[in-house]
Each structure stands twice: as C-alpha cells, then as structure tokens.
C-alpha cells in the first residue's frame, strides 16, 4: 500500500491510495514546529457511509506533542504515553536514540528506525523485513517531481492504522533531530 501525500508537510496533508481515494488526514492547527500541540488524525468514512461531504472523515486519533512531559496517543478512546507505548533503551521514549519499539497487535515487536532522511519500520526480530518506508518529496529538474509517500508493505497490513498514527509521531521525532543537527551545524561556523 502505498499513501501519497498532498502537501509537504506531514502534519497538515491529505494521505492518498494509489487508486487516487484518500484514506486519511491530518490536520495540526497552525503555529505548529515546536511541541506542545496536537495533531488531529482522520479516516475516510466508506462512501456507502457516508452522510453528506463534510463527513467525508471521521476520527482516528490524535498524537499530542509535549516538551517537557511525555507525549500522548489518543486512539480507540484509550490515553497511551508514548514512554509506555515505545522502547528505545533510553531512560525514556523521548530520549535522543535513533529507533522505537512497540509490540503490534499480533504480538511482534516492531521498530521504527528514525534515519537521517526519512524513517523505516522493520521487524524487530529480523531488520531486513521492512514493514513501512517513507520516501519524502523528490524534486527533479528534468522529470516531473516525485511526492513524499509512506508504504506499508504486506507485512503490515493487518495494523495500517497503528503504523500510520506511530508513523506521524515518528516523522515529526525525526525532523526535530533534523532541524536540530541542521542548528548545530549553522551555529558551529559562527
């Protein structure tokens, strides 16, 4: 499965299938870049459910983002703390490491791994099975540009929507690090 989306930002996009129907929106209320803020997670509703267009998503979850307190999954009406939800081997899940475990419905534990470009799902078990990938936004000079997408492979299709929600956190984990290595970098030179 493959979702594409609309808009660079993954905090603010529509998240489309291949066959062009979206499946998900995300939607953050501006000022959003630092923490403290919540990202409001949909899902589109079948179309024989549907009532009229502006029930075209109902919700999913939401990832509440923190600073100085662990961040918060809201999902099926249960409250997860991302510190009890995911492993590192940090002292906490909000710690500096590059990777994430959590146990899948099935009883498997998986892996984010945050990466330096975009991040990876895997089997914690066996790395080499790759669950969920993201690819961000290609730009080209001589061929049309290629838009950001997440895939979820067949591995992971019996929990799309769990890696989809751990996946907004993920990526947002990832591009803090990224803006902050980047502010590093820039202020090294000065």
Do not use: C
């Not at 509703?45 to 549907?50: F, H």
């Not at 590059?98 to 791994?113: A, H, L, M, Q, T």
């Amino acid at each position: 499965m493959k979702l594409t989306l609309s808009d660079t930002d993954h905090l603010n996009a529509t998240y489309t299938q291949e066959n062009g129907t979206s499946l998900y929106q995300v939607v953050t209320p501006s000022g959003h870049g630092q923490r403290d803020m919540v990202a409001a997670i949909r899902k589109a509703v079948p179309e024989s459910d549907q009532g009229t267009s502006a029930d075209r998503y109902a919700s999913l979850a939401q990832v509440e983002f923190h600073v100085l307190v662990p961040s918060v999954f809201r999902i099926d009406g249960k409250e997860l703390k991302t510190t009890v939800f995911f492993k590192n081997g940090g002292p906490t899940a909000e710690s500096l490491g590059s990777s994430r475990k959590f146990v899948g419905p099935d009883g498997k534990e998986y892996k984010w791994i945050l990466g330096e470009k975009a991040p990876s799902l895997v089997l914690n078990d066996d790395p080499r099975i790759v669950v969920a990938k993201f690819q961000e936004k290609q730009h080209r000079i001589f061929s049309k540009s290629r838009l950001a997408f997440l895939e979820i492979s067949s591995v992971g299709m019996h929990m799309v929507d769990l890696i989809f929600v751990t996946f907004v956190y993920i990526e947002t984990l990832r591009k803090e690090k990224e803006t902050a290595r980047q502010t590093a970098h820039g202020s090294a030179g000065l």
